[in-house]
């Protein structure tokens, strides 16, 4: 199942961070069954791969998780990039403790994983009285621990990287809580907004102001007035004196629709720098 990211055709290429095996691998799967995804070691190179090299028409990027919370590289990369958000993906996250043939639950010493899901897992870890050790994604540590040979050292990783990296399940379902859910963004070099008749959609966007009283409430005040649902709204301190905040936020609705089109006047008089991120159609998870 592990492919070469060479002779890989672009345009039907989806990037990812991680290796072959990773969530974010699994999610490419799911959503574009008939791309071929590409690993990429960092998100940055993940972002590259699309806006910058070409070498990939679409990124697989996650943005949040339902207990280790958001993914913070992430906002930051967004507003920073040229690329758009074009589909969302929710994918059910399933960790095994994966080891080696000879591995047991009670020889371990240390236990691998990328920082979320150590966070994910932090229960079941203390459980178990383990030492952990954090590596840039889940299947890259199912891949160290394949390639370390020690039986005191396991991962937590999908099940799939332990079919690619030959490990053995020493638990399945390792996460603390079932219904583990992560939240994946699809970027792309052009914004590809769905036709608003079709069904529900989300409108991203990130924009601007300097830190003095008021200043959200005025840029916010329009989004009330105007009846539209503000599904997230996060803030960053920028600049060298800490003075200007920036706010990446999602609202219900399409830039074409009359109310969002007013709210979104409005925020760009009383804000600066507003960049609609993209707009796409809402999962259908999120009617569950």
Known sequence: MKKSNE????????????VAGANSHIACLQAFPDMTPMACDSFEDAFSAVQV???????MIPIENSLGGRV???HYLLPESKLYIVKEHYLSVEYQLLGLENATLEGLVQVRSHTQALAQCRGQLNQLGVSTLACADTAGSAKEVAELGDPKIAAIAPALAGEIYNLKTLRDRFEDRIGNTTRF??????????????????TSLIFQVRSVPAALYKSMGGFATNGINITKLESYITGERFS?????????????DPAVSRALEELDY????????????????RQQ
């Open 185 to 202: 963004v699809v970027l792309s070099r052009a914004r590809r907004d769905p036709d608003p008749n079709d069904g529900p959609c989300v």
């Open 72 to 74: 913070a590289d992430i």
């Open 270 to 285: 009383f804000s600066s720098q507003v960049r609609i991120l993209g707009a796409f159609a809402a999962d259908e998870f």
């Open 7 to 18: 002779n890989l055709i672009p345009g039907n290429t989806i990037a990812y961070q991680g």
């Open 53 to 59: 090299d070409g070498k990939a028409a679409l990124a």
């Open 244 to 256: 200007v905040a920036r706010f990446y936020v999602e609202i219900e609705g399409h830039p074409a």
